[in-house]
């Protein structure tokens, strides 16, 4: 029974790391042709990647502490602003580091 606890937060982990992807396609569905993003790839190799981020963190969490799907839902929907905040630290820090120098 555990193991199909485990593999549902999974499966709504991905799921809410899929909805971030699905989200910013409909938003370049809506702009024009011009403007929408080279869909290449890179770019769908980075959606899978974020989806199967976003089931891991759940399955982590649940193995923890078992969760809810509707947490590890949103665990998922969490990973890729978990992302972009760890980036601009980085990049803040290589900026600091670089005016010391």
Known sequence: MELCA????????CGGGFSVTAYSLFEASRKPKAERP???LLYFTVAIIITLLGGVCALANHLSKSISPLTAFNLGLSIPALIKVDANQRASK??????IN
Request: proline share 0%; glycine share 12%.
């Open 94 to 99: 290589t900026k600091k580091d670089a005016r």
């Open 38 to 40: 080279a869909f290449d």
């Open 6 to 13: 485990g593999f549902v937060s999974f499966l709504f982990g």
